[in-house]
């Protein structure tokens, strides 16, 4: 029980001022040599400095403010966790083990992929928008999502929506996320196609991961139940025997089995996806989960004391031509919007806003844990988005656009890249590039976009500096291809999953049994519907002459920031709604931006008369070419001129979709917040009520200082009305 | 902080973390709920906890 300590409540003790001061220098100072120095390479300690000092501060005084003044938080509030204690979805759940969970929910993919392709406009931009970017705009959505969802007994962001707007807000945000669920899938799925194209070590090593899970789920169902720490012992030692057999595979005379094309892996990735949706989850999903979680989690430790070890010197510019110019060979458009669009997850990531909404509001134990949970967890996220933006930029520039610049441009061979690199202002020699693919045992570098190869080989240099050297750099590569890929695969199953329910769930008011989990035809018809979804845009990502991620990831972006649009919006919604209109900027303010950048990004693909950056720009030039029957590079024949026009018509319908959506939600949302600004009455208010909490437990990661005080004082203030 | 706090925390960590300790919170709440009716093995109730997945699979962002 800790020990309550009253005196001293304004917590302006000389120990602490001289500490915050501290960290306030450190940080300034590691920002003044970030963003000043031009010309000479940096140290990447210096963006780890400024980063960390931003997030202790931001966490101390803005996140503190925001769960004090502005949501009011009071731990005599029963939560929901404590009042409708089930022992199951319902628990009060230790803090640092409920942040484990919130983390391991929140983190994947996307802070590993976005920051690296947007290192094409240099390291600054990107560590500007990630640490800027978390702490007023995505760990504020994080937590003030959470708040809400918690005072509501963890409704989802979908029943907020549809009882603080309205149905039409309700309507718009649930097609948002079943949109940005497909999406996502397909950028994905394209991101682990693009790492394994070619390469029966990877290929190998993640197949492998399959039989691995199946064994586990049959250890935990009927050798040893429940004895999860054990299978994972086991689990994570066979995958690190999988990734060691890989280079052995690779000499082998299998290597030919394992060495496939994209197409024939995207033709596996949909049967795998199929087979995972209709599977029972403990055969593959559940024991999948706890690999990629526990590989997860201790890789991104180890790659953040590597990244210390090691110091590495960043070798990328500060601001790139790209920036200014548009003209970028890994995605297209200037720096405001896309910077901001192509890092969604690491700055502002709307998909939290559904973990948020779902399980974590309901095993919270105390209402002022959600600035460690909600918020702290989102800062842990946007620091990975700066170790792989790191991990990118201490890779040499040629090299860089010779792995991430799309197939079109730089040919198939190292002469054709080496020359294509120098054409963008780049220099790389053709033997430079058979020696960076030699060194980490692949066959080829070259058009590896997507981003998961530019990042293991960033890891692969990190790690190798610290542990074993240049000898083991290809065993770090296929460990971080391995990392990567394992988790997206997971994703890829929860997702199909997820969005299966979502649609038997929907279509259920049209055809009653379809909501029915039990009822296989249902089963089958809905998961071959979203697997053929996102088979299909993956489809199209692998055969575009214009690059898949090229074309995609923008789509990726925009989708996820109109999520956390709809998310802001409800919160904002919600604050002025529950009397809070002078607090209203707290999300405010990060909607008007979200909103100004997913606009305007919208706006340019549909409108550019760019046809490198505008959708239907792209289609007429491309059609206007077949009708003469010509072909324009990057295509090399009529078949892929149409693929082209295709492509580019149904993304810029779908940008036409995610913007008319953000519209209808905002519109709708602003004229509720209207009604309730008018209103003489304060609107009925949609919290549970309020019942006196009978449990004690502190704020923060420890139990001593400044939240001992918190917890003892906050059992003074009285309950918001 | 001596070995034997740490390994111990680290433990309890693990355990909380991975669900290990889930059946042990099931029991504790069993025996309050004083329903009479006899406890889930702990296969049984394994079993029962990865198959609610089927139904309600767990949230997993990009």
């Known amino acids: 029980m800790p020990e309550l300590n009253v005196s001293n409540r304004s917590g302006l003790n000389l120990r602490s001022v001289l500490l915050w001061s501290a960290v306030g220098l450190v940080g300034a100072i590691a920002w003044g040599v970030v963003a000043l120095s031009r010309g000479e390479r940096i140290s990447a300690i210096w963006l780890v400095a400024a980063a960390l000092g931003s997030y202790a501060i931001a966490y101390r005084f803005y996140a503190r403010f925001i769960v004090k003044r502005v949501l009011r938080v009071n731990d005599r509030r029963a939560t929901p966790a404590e009042r409708l204690n089930n022992g199951i979805d319902f628990h009060p759940t230790d803090r640092r083990v409920l942040f484990g969970h919130h983390f391991a929910a929140i983190a994947g993919a996307g802070p590993l992929v976005g920051p690296v392709l947007a290192a094409q406009m240099g390291y600054l931009p990107g560590t500007i928008w990630i640490i800027v970017g978390v702490i007023f705009a995505g760990a504020v959505q994080d937590m003030v999502t959470l708040f809400f969802s918690m005072r509501r007994n963890g409704r989802s962001l979908g029943q907020m929506a549809r009882d603080e707007i309205g149905p039409v807000g309700g309507a718009a945000a649930l097609i948002a996320v079943f949109a940005i669920m497909i999406i996502l899938l397909a950028v994905l799925a394209l991101v682990v196609v693009n790492a394994l194209a070619q390469s029966p070590w990877g290929t190998f090593s993640i197949a492998m991961t399959i039989p691995i899970a199946l064994f586990m789920g049959v250890y935990l169902r009927t050798l040893r139940p429940g004895k999860v720490i054990e299978a994972t012992v086991i689990g994570v030692a066979l995958l690190l025997f999988a990734v060691i057999a890989g280079s052995w595979v690779e000499g082998s005379s299998w290597a030919d089995t394992f060495t496939l094309s994209p197409r024939a892996l995207v033709i596996w990735l949909v049967i795998y996806g199929f087979a995972a949706s209709v599977l029972p989850v403990w055969m593959l999903l559940a024991p999948r989960d706890y690999l990629s979680t526990f590989m997860k989690i201790g890789t991104i430790g180890l790659l953040a004391v590597s990244v210390l070890l090691a110091a590495p010197t960043l070798?990328?510019?500060?601001?790139?031509?790209?920036?200014?110019?548009?003209?970028?060979?890994?995605?297209?458009?200037?720096?405001?919007?896309?910077?901001?669009?192509?890092?969604?997850?690491?700055?502002?990531?709307?998909?939290?806003?559904?973990?948020?909404?779902?399980?974590?509001?309901?095993?919270?134990?105390?209402?002022?844990?959600?600035?460690?949970?909600?918020?702290?967890?989102?800062?842990?996220?946007?620091?990975?988005?700066?170790?792989?933006?790191?991990?990118?930029?201490?890779?040499?520039?040629?090299?860089?656009?010779?792995?991430?610049?799309?197939?079109?441009?730089?040919?198939?061979?190292?002469?054709?890249?080496?020359?294509?690199?120098?054409?963008?202002?780049?220099?790389?020699?053709?033997?430079?590039?058979?020696?960076?693919?030699?060194?980490?045992?692949?066959?080829?570098?070259?058009?590896?976009?997507?981003?998961?190869?530019?990042?293991?080989?960033?890891?692969?240099?990190?790690?190798?500096?610290?542990?074993?050297?240049?000898?083991?750099?290809?065993?770090?590569?296929?460990?971080?291809?391995?990392?990567?890929?394992?988790?997206?695969?997971?994703?890829?199953?929860?997702?199909?999953?997820?969005?299966?329910?979502?649609?038997?769930?929907?279509?259920?008011?049209?055809?009653?049994?379809?909501?029915?989990?039990?009822?296989?035809?249902?089963?089958?018809?809905?998961?071959?519907?979203?697997?053929?979804?996102?088979?299909?845009?993956?489809?199209?990502?692998?055969?575009?002459?214009?690059?898949?991620?090229?074309?995609?990831?923008?789509?990726?972006?925009?989708?996820?920031?109109?999520?956390?649009?709809?998310?802001?919006?409800?919160?904002?919604t919600l604050l002025i709604k529950s009397g809070r209109l002078k607090w209203a900027w707290v999300t405010g303010v990060?909607?008007?931006?979200?909103?100004?950048?997913?606009?305007?990004?919208?706006?340019?693909?549909?409108?550019?008369?760019?046809?490198?950056?505008?959708?239907?720009?792209?289609?007429?030039?491309?059609?206007?070419?077949?009708?003469?029957?010509?072909?324009?590079?990057?295509?090399?024949?009529?078949?892929?001129?149409?693929?082209?026009?295709?492509?580019?018509?149904?993304?810029?319908?779908?940008?036409?979709?995610?913007?008319?959506?953000?519209?209808?939600?905002?519109?709708?949302?602003?004229?509720?917040?209207?009604?309730?600004?008018?209103?003489?009455?304060?609107?009925?208010?949609?919290?549970?009520?309020?019942?006196?909490?009978?449990?004690?437990?502190?704020?923060?990661?420890?139990?001593?200082?400044?939240?001992?005080?918190?917890?003892?004082?906050?059992?003074t203030d009285r309950p918001p009305t | 902080m001596n070995i034997g706090t740490l390994v111990r925390t680290a433990r309890w960590y693990l355990r909380e973390v991975s669900g290990e300790s889930l059946y042990d919170r099931y029991l504790e709440h069993h025996a309050a709920g004083h329903t009479g009716e006899p406890a889930m093995t702990r296969a049984e109730f394994e079993r029962w906890r990865v198959d609610r997945g089927d139904t309600d699979p767990p949230a997993r962002c990009c």
């Not at chain 1, 033997?431 to 976009?449: I, S």
Request: net charge neutral; hydrophobic share 50%.
């Open chain 1, 315 to 572: 070798s990328n510019e500060a601001i790139t031509k790209f920036a200014s110019s548009g003209a970028g060979p890994v995605f297209a458009g200037s720096l405001f919007p896309f910077v901001f669009i192509t890092i969604a997850c690491g700055a502002l990531s709307g998909f939290h806003s559904l973990v948020s909404s779902g399980t974590t509001p309901k095993m919270i134990q105390k209402e002022s844990q959600i600035r460690m949970i909600g918020y702290g967890a989102m800062l842990v996220e946007s620091f990975v988005a700066i170790m792989a933006l790191i991990a990118a930029s201490i890779i040499e520039p040629g090299l860089y656009y010779a792995i991430n610049a799309p197939a079109g441009l730089l040919g198939s061979t190292v002469q054709s890249a080496s020359a294509a690199v120098n054409n963008l202002g780049f220099a790389i020699t053709p033997e430079a590039l058979t020696a960076a693919a030699n060194a980490v045992g692949e066959q080829t570098l070259v058009a590896r976009t997507g981003g998961a190869p530019t990042l293991a080989i960033g890891m692969s240099e990190i790690f190798a500096a610290v542990f074993g050297g240049a000898g083991l750099k290809a065993f770090w590569y296929h460990f971080a291809i391995m990392f990567e890929a394992l988790f997206i695969l997971t994703t890829v199953d929860a997702g199909t999953r997820v969005g299966r329910f979502m649609l038997q769930d929907t279509l259920g008011n049209l055809y009653k049994p379809l909501r029915q989990v039990s009822w296989k035809p249902g089963v089958y018809a809905t998961s071959a519907v979203v697997v053929g979804a996102w088979g299909y845009f993956l489809y199209q990502g692998v055969n575009d002459p214009l690059g898949g991620i090229n074309q995609l990831f923008p789509l990726f972006g925009i989708a996820n920031q109109l999520l956390a649009a709809v998310a802001l919006t409800v919160c904002t």
């Open chain 1, 590 to 715: 990060p909607l008007a931006w979200d909103a100004a950048v997913t606009l305007t990004a919208s706006y340019q693909k549909i409108f550019s008369a760019d046809p490198k950056l505008g959708f239907f720009a792209q289609a007429s030039k491309f059609s206007a070419a077949l009708e003469q029957g010509t072909v324009l590079a990057p295509a090399k024949n009529l078949a892929q001129m149409n693929t082209v026009v295709t492509n580019s018509l149904v993304d810029g319908v779908l940008s036409v979709l995610f913007a008319s959506l953000i519209i209808i939600v905002i519109a709708d949302a602003a004229r509720v917040c209207y009604r309730t600004y008018r209103s003489p009455e304060p609107l009925p208010s949609t919290e549970a009520p309020f019942v006196e909490s009978r449990i004690l437990a502190p704020a923060g990661l420890t139990s001593g200082g400044d939240d001992r005080r918190e917890t003892a004082s906050s059992g």
